[in-house]
């Protein structure tokens, strides 16, 4: 399976924010939207970084509260690692496994096209396997 296929299933929406936003914007479309991460794109549309719940929680803990009243820019991871729809389930699972990275920006050369997380990787895996289990119980039972 690859990534175009997740993303067919799941949907393309993309939450983002821009640099300049204040954490207490982004933190809100986390929690509006039920997600893990946002991407950043600057005025000209390119990802420029991933702001996620434990870059948040980072800052929180650094700063207290304050860390709501910085910007994005200031606890963003900047240049995220990215990968092209083409890329296989199981290719991601291992970039997410050695960087240990939850959520990952999918581009198509410098589009952005989607993005997937370690949950949606997670849930095809179990698909595949409950496929794979079925069709073994088929070819023992004919």
Do not use: W
């Amino acid at each position: 399976m690859k990534v175009e296929q997740i993303l067919q299933s799941k949907g393309v929406d993309v939450f983002a924010v821009k640099p300049g936003d204040m954490i207490a914007d982004a933190v809100s479309m986390l929690s509006e939207k039920n997600i893990g991460a946002v991407i950043v794109k600057d005025d000209a549309e390119n990802v420029v970084g991933i702001l996620s719940e434990r870059d948040v929680v980072r800052r929180l803990g650094e700063k207290g509260k304050d860390a709501l009243a910085m910007r994005v820019h200031d606890c963003m991871t900047p240049d995220p690692y990215t990968c092209p729809p083409e890329t296989t389930l199981d290719e991601v699972m291992a970039m997410m496994t050695q960087k240990r990275i939850r959520h990952l920006p999918v581009t198509n050369g410098d589009k952005l096209v989607g993005v997937i997380s370690i949950g949606d990787v997670v849930k095809r895996k179990i698909e595949q396997a409950e496929q794979e289990a079925a069709a073994l119980k088929q070819y023992i039972a004919s």
